[in-house]
């Protein structure tokens, strides 16, 4: 596999205590391919992220992980990369498993595949049981608005194909954390094909105090309801 | 004719004088400028003729003429609260659409850093 075929999106808001490790790491790993979005933060994300020599895009004021994604796939598509793939700034995702979400779609035709922190046995074990819950809430959430009932909706570690990728570009509405459970939602429109695949989670206890919690999960619910208004 | 009425007939006349003027100054659609004329109008014609407030509550059925008008109220408060939903939501989506655009136009490639 040519890790020069793959851009790793990076979507950053207020980061600047993990971001300089996780962008180290990918590099470690052999990823020269990093654009960071930094979604208007106002710590030292941006400096960090432009010292670490990689492709920053900088959002000017904040728009949510939506925006700030679309902004990642939309830079990255400018390059004509084989996989676009999307990674967590706040390093709970193993670098190593980058590897394992972009192989479907080099090798097997793939156009989406989601890295599911659910589907190992042992891994569920290590996911606190209110994010569990809410994560099954919310993938029944996705289910009922039309799209595929997966085990993990919320992940942030994704790959996509240059094609799939165009596609959803061009119809992603999400300014905010609604945008994971569009993405599974436009696959199904799509007719994308698409795959979950087990990967590792690193909780630290920086990790578990962001990410989503219940006030979020109804703000999902909301948003994706507009969504089919408007 | 009541103070009352005299004082609501003064008001729709001035709210149409504005809806007038701003269409004449394009600061209003067309579309919209026919929905607050008609919503004016009515208004006056309910006002002078209150009679026909009281045959709109025999028609639909709600016991006065006045409760006719509160619930048509609230009706087209709820529709105007939603065209402003709508509305927020699509200027939220073209913000959105800005930043990214100055956000990949002004991106920091490493490639300048390598030159530098």
Same mark, same amino acid.
């Given at each position: 596999?040519? #890790?020069?075929?793959?851009?790793? $999106? ?13 962008? #180290? ?24 992220? #432009?010292?670490?020599? $990689? ?13 700030? @994604? ?46 599911? !922190? ?39 570690? !994704? ?35 698409? #795959? ?27 948003? @994706? ?6 | 004719? =009541?103070?009352? =009425? ?8 001035? /709210? ?5 003027? =701003?269409?004449? /100054? %394009? ?5 919209? /400028? ?38 048509? /109220? ?15 939501? %699509? ?26």
């Amino acid at each position: 596999m040519d #890790k020069n075929d793959i851009y790793v $999106v990076v979507p950053a808001y207020n980061e600047e205590g993990m971001i300089g490790n996780t962008l #180290k790491k990918l590099k470690d790993e052999g990823y020269k391919n990093i654009i960071v979005v930094d979604d208007g933060s106002r710590d030292n994300t941006y400096n960090i992220a #432009k010292e670490e020599g $990689v492709i920053v895009c900088k959002h000017i004021i904040n728009r949510g992980l939506g925006g700030a @994604l679309g902004t990642g796939l939309k830079c990255a598509l400018e390059y004509n990369p084989k996989v676009i793939i999307t990674f967590d700034a706040d390093g709970q995702h193993d670098p190593k498993d980058i590897e394992k979400v972009a192989k479907p779609i080099l090798d097997e035709n793939y156009d989406v595949v989601i890295g599911s !922190r659910l589907m190992d046995e042992k891994e569920v074990k290590n996911m606190p049981k209110i994010k569990r819950i809410g994560n099954w809430g919310l993938n029944f959430l996705t289910y009922l608005m039309g799209g595929h009932f997966i085990t993990d909706s919320q992940s942030g570690l !994704r790959a996509f194909s240059y094609n799939a990728a165009k596609i959803i570009m061009n119809q992603l509405k999400s300014n905010k954390y609604e945008v994971s459970s569009e993405f599974v939602v436009l696959i199904k429109r799509n007719n994308l094909k698409f #795959k979950e695949i087990p990967i590792k989670t690193i909780y630290t206890d920086y990790s578990m105090a962001r990410g989503t919690n219940v006030i979020t999960g109804f703000k999902i619910l909301l948003k @994706l309801i507009i969504h089919r208004l408007v | 004719m =009541q103070l009352i =009425q005299i004082l609501a007939i003064i008001f729709a006349v001035f /709210a149409i004088s504005r809806v007038i003027l =701003q269409v004449r /100054a %394009n600061a209003m659609s067309r579309d919209s /400028a026919i929905f607050w004329l008609f919503i004016w109008i009515a208004v006056i014609l309910a006002v002078v003729f209150p009679n026909t407030l009281g045959y709109l509550a025999i028609l639909t059925g709600v016991g006065r003429g006045v409760d006719v008008l509160i619930y048509l /109220a609230i009706i087209v408060l709820f529709y105007l609260i939603y065209r402003i939903y709508v509305k927020m939501e %699509n200027i939220e989506r073209e913000i959105t659409t800005v930043v990214r655009e100055i956000a990949i136009i002004e991106r920091e490639k490493k490639e300048k850093k390598v030159k530098l």
